[in-house]
């Protein structure tokens, strides 16, 4: 059984580009949550969101970032107009519905050039 | 809101010396707590957990007890090893979560020297 899949594990973007990144969450795990850790600080939470539905985005940037967990395929975090700011290891989790423990993807470090 | 305060770091040991990362937390309810290990260059992997008050979790020679009273969930190990080197976070889940959604403390780096 593959853990969480996350690709690509390195990014790298131009100011203004777009960046779009990828999370494949175990078998039989419906629910996914992206977390964002800045240099040297801890993970900070962005979105969840099970098959179709944005479940909580409270931590999600008001501009530029949008999430989505389509019936089929990977869950995405689309970053437009990429800042030098934005640069960041993204993680991805995901857990059963009725799981107490999330696991975690390897992430996704974007660097912003 | 819900906040974790872990001990800054780096903690650095020599092998065989006794581990303590602190970790502190405020919530409302019951939330459930949790110690993740994060090696170079790696994702975040689950160390141990306390669903209760009381609680002691433990893995690979680490324990952590859930401590209501203090609100406290202090990681502990007996004798640490080089491969032990790492950044520890402490989180915790929310009793009012639909999901987990997990609220992290800022990370502990250990480095242990042989």
């Known amino acids: 059984n593959a853990g969480v899949m996350q690709n690509p594990r390195h990014l790298v973007r131009r100011r203004g580009q777009e960046a779009r990144l990828r999370c494949s969450p175990m078998k039989g795990h419906s629910h996914v949550y992206w977390y964002r850790q800045l240099p040297e600080e801890g993970l900070k939470f962005m979105v969840y969101?099970?098959?179709?539905?944005?479940?909580?985005e409270s931590g999600m940037p008001k501009e530029r970032f949008s999430a989505e967990f389509p019936k089929e395929g990977p869950s995405i975090l689309r970053i437009q107009q990429v800042v030098r700011g934005d640069s960041a290891a993204y993680f991805c989790a995901s857990s059963s519905w009725t799981g107490t423990e999330a696991f975690f993807g390897q992430g996704t470090r974007l660097t912003v050039v | 809101g819900d906040s974790v305060t872990q001990m800054e770091g780096p903690v650095t040991l020599s092998e065989e010396a006794f581990l303590t990362i602190n970790c502190t937390y405020t919530?409302?309810?019951?939330?459930?707590l949790f110690w993740y290990v994060q090696y170079p260059g790696e994702g975040l992997q689950l160390l141990l957990k306390?669903?209760?008050?009381?609680d002691k979790g433990s893995n690979k020679g680490f324990e952590a007890t859930y401590r209501k009273e203090t609100t406290s969930f202090h990681l502990e190990k007996g004798s640490v090893q080089v491969s032990d080197s790492a950044v520890y976070f402490c989180a915790l889940s929310a009793e009012a979560n639909a999901g987990n959604m997990l609220t992290f403390g800022g990370g502990t780096r250990l480095m242990v020297k042989p």
């Open positions: 306390a669903t209760k008050a009381d």
């Open positions: 919530a409302t309810g019951y939330p459930s």
């Open positions: 969101l099970q098959k179709e539905n944005i479940i909580d």
